[in-house]
Nanobody, 117 residues
Framework: QVQLLESGGGLVQPGGSLRLSCDAS????????MGWYRQAPGKEREMVAS???????DYAGSVKGRFNIFRESAKNTLYLQMNSLKPEDTAVYYC???????????WGKGTPVTVSS
């Protein structure tokens, strides 16, 4: 089992920045991939960024060049640095973890991000 707790969401003006954090606990040593997803009102959940155990990353086209995903292993924490935020980035952001040999996906409860003037 893995527990994920997101923080760092809030209200920010267009063009601003936020850093989201995801603290992982439990059986974290077998995690092979972590990621950030988001779900806007009335829309399906979508992948924003992911990072593998070899630190390779993947980004949605809409955030590439603006968002950066990184992991601080010593703190068991995943981050999402979000820059040049746009109103269309408004959503609830969820942390996700996948473990080797485990068919389950693990999710946090989400942290809301609102980009508005």
């Amino acid at each position: 089992q893995v527990q994920l707790l997101e923080s760092g969401g809030g209200l920010v003006q267009p063009g601003g920045s936020l850093r989201l954090s995801c603290d992982a606990s439990g059986s974290i040593f077998t995690i092979i991939r972590m990621g950030w997803y988001r779900q806007a009102p009335g829309k399906e959940r979508e992948m924003v960024a992911s990072i593998n155990s070899d630190r390779s990353t993947d980004y949605a086209g809409s955030v590439k060049g603006r968002f950066n995903i990184f992991r601080e292993s010593a703190k068991n924490t995943l981050y999402l640095q979000m820059n040049s935020l746009k109103p269309e980035d408004t959503a609830v952001y969820y942390c996700n973890a996948v473990r080797s040999g485990d068919p389950m996906d693990y999710w946090g409860k989400g942290t809301p991000v609102t980009v508005s003037s």
